[in-house]
């Protein structure tokens, strides 16, 4: 039966604000471990479409949805050979802008995962640039000659291990890249290449989306005279952005990425962009070193990202007061005036009910902390259930990642599993076939289905945030001052023109006596279960306890 004709439905959304995102809540959606609708055992666009009801019932604003362009899939779609197509897995282009108009109907935006500092090997761009040095497209990728001994041009390292350059015996050069061998580096310096990723936003933004998350938005641009990157010294070496075992973490990557020029190409996106009312750009920082003084430089003004997307949450270092004063005393320092993007799990990283070992007190603690804090929200699918990392098999690895550096790191397809949607029903209810990683059978009783009916579950909880989020402005947008730390209580105010609030959190297991500011204060009437605590100053917030007060 042929798929019904959908019209652009962009301008049904209720509320439409073009800033929706300042203070708005995501959803990322990892497409292939979300809902299988064919029984292939991959998610696709049609599954997501499937469950949205599910997804708006959440009260967020928009949905990230990871790469679903075609691809050889050797990252996982991050590897893009056309991005102008729906990889076949996912479905079509008719499945899209279905999923785009029910999105759109039912209040929800959507934002594509675009690509933009490098492509598959198998992109046409990069089979014509590969041909000989002097196509039409021989300077569209980063390419250099050997040394004169046949080493790599430099020491730039890459993510995924090993040097960033791969020789190529048709050019009898090397072209840089920064993850896979097969996912070769464009040159975003060259304006033709500019021009025809401008074009590729273009495409997206006439079919309806809503915005952009930017795939490593500061690997656009490389130092054009390929100097080496310096040695970080031992206790520099920061494992948020590689894993511990990774000899990447032993650079500082000065050279290799965050060049200046870049700024440039983000404002003409940005601009672009901006032809277009309420979309957003969402980039996302990796950078273990100067990552908040970047996110400040890419997010300054009005001409460039609307915001980003932040690494601070994503380390193994819980989100103890200490921490979470130390990061927002850095914001303060170097990018007071900044817009974050806050996330505690995404696609790349350990679950974080795993990562900081939560129990579901500390869970929900840390999830009203999550929308309480100055920033945008960002919550990774199944978070809002308390998922933990699954554990997979050597034999049942996709990642390339944790192949190559298994079993110091396992990769990250423990983040990556299925949605458990039915407790009791065949892969709990993700799909019929067999599915591409298996379903953790620790997840089940945590599925949406046994959760949707217990009123203080978490699930429940994240719907209670967002809604408090929702109902009080001066969390979505307002500012964020007299931030305190006195042993695991963390006080902090969130004012607007009208409001003024204190939001006071014990991220301990201990009991901990508070102090609060100076003024009067009434506790808000809040739904967010038996941890939310009425109090004053002297009182004692018991373990993973919290408040929000209004100044009277």
Known sequence: MPKPAVMNTHETLQKSTNNWWKGGVIYQIYPRSYQDSNGDGIGDLAGITQRLPYIASLGVDAIW?????????????????????IDPMFGDMDDFDILLASAHKLGLRIMVDLVLSHTSNQHPWFIESRADRSNPKNNWYVWADAKADGTPPNNWLAIFGGSAWHWDAAREQYFLHNFLTSQPDLNVHNPEVQ????????????KGVDGFRLDTIN????????????????????????PSVNPYNWQDHLYSKNQPENLLFLERLRSLTDEYEGRACLGEVGDAQRGLQIMGDYTKGDKRMHMCYAFEFLEAQPATAQW?????????????????CWAFSNHDVMRVASRWKASQAASKAYATLLHTMRGSVCIYQGEELGLTEAEVLFEELQDPYGIEFWPQFKGRDGCRTP?????????????????WLPVSTSHL???????????????????KCIAMRKALPALQTGR???????????????EDKDTTLVCIFNLSDTPQSITMPSGHWQTLALDLGSHYAKVNTGDTLGPWQYSIAKKI
């Open 445 to 463: 009783a945590l599925s949406v289905d046994s959760q949707e009916q217990d009123d203080h579950s978490l699930l429940n909880h994240f719907r």
């Open 419 to 435: 949605m458990v949607w039915e407790q009791n029903a065949h892969n709990a209810g993700f799909g019929s076939g067999i599915p």
């Open 480 to 494: 964020q001052i007299q931030m305190q730390q006195q042993g695991d209580i963390l006080t902090f105010v969130r």
């Open 324 to 340: 979470v004063k130390t990061i927002f005393d850095k914001i303060d320092a170097q990018a007071p005036n900044s817009w974050p």
């Open 65 to 85: 949805i990871s790469p679903f362009f075609q691809s050889p899939m050797k990252d996982y779609g991050y590897d893009v050979s056309d991005y102008r197509a």
């Open 219 to 242: 690997f656009y641009m490389h130092d054009l005279k390929l100097r080496d990157n310096p040695p970080l010294a031992i206790e520099q070496r920061n494992a948020s952005i590689a």
């Open 195 to 206: 021009g025809a990723l401008l074009d590729v936003a273009r495409f997206w933004l006439d």
